[in-house]
């Protein structure tokens, strides 16, 4: 399956399939997908169950061959092991959208717009909402130079000391809330 000329493949856990509720429970996936690279990186997010006050949230990290959709490589983090990992929970409250484009309105001043057709595609899917209202989906990419590159940028490169080949301990004993 392609979404905006990304190609998704089945999700995969190192050699075996990841179980339903990790994908299933994703409020937050993001992809950095440089232009003339054989694969891409994809970060999902889900919500872990626990008996804090604090919630507490997994970090699935997904490299994947961009032909295929396969996964070459998985690693885990969450933000009981990983101090950096809520920083970009929270840092993401920061990140603006794109503005809405009008075609033959002006996107800057003097009407330039500018395209490339190399960089690294950036996109991001999460649930959003506006102030008092119920949630829904919010999706959008970029290029780069912009503040969602910056974000996913900044946020693989803090959370790089945090991977771990093992997934937390609370989505292996299945221990997971889907109250997003």
Not at 58 to 65: H, L, Q, S
Not at 92 to 104: A, D, K
């Given at each position: 399956m392609t979404f905006g000329g990304v190609i998704f493949g089945p999700t995969l856990l190192l050699a075996a399939q990841a179980p339903d509720y990790v994908t299933s429970g994703s409020f937050l996936t993001f992809h950095a997908s440089p232009a003339f690279s054989e694969s891409y990186v994809s970060v999902d997010v889900g919500r872990l169950k626990g008996e804090d006050s604090e919630p507490a949230y997994?970090?699935?990290?997904?490299?994947?061959?961009k032909s295929s959709g396969e996964v070459r490589k998985s690693r885990w983090t969450d933000t009981k092991n990983c101090d950096a990992a809520s920083s970009v929970l929270t840092s993401?409250?920061?990140?603006?959208?794109?503005?809405?484009?009008?075609?033959?309105y002006e996107v800057s001043p003097g009407g330039g717009i500018r395209i490339m057709g190399d960089g690294v595609h950036y996109e991001i899917s999460v649930r959003a909402h506006y102030s008092g209202t119920e949630g829904s989906d919010l999706s959008f990419s970029s290029n780069v130079g912009t503040p969602l590159a910056e974000w996913i940028e900044g946020s693989l490169e803090v959370l790089e000391p945090c991977w771990s080949s093992e997934a937390p301990a609370a989505l292996a004993e299945k221990e997971f809330s889907l109250n997003l």
């Open positions: 997994w970090f699935m990290w997904r490299e994947r061959d993401l409250h920061g990140v603006s959208p794109p503005r809405v484009s009008i075609p033959g």
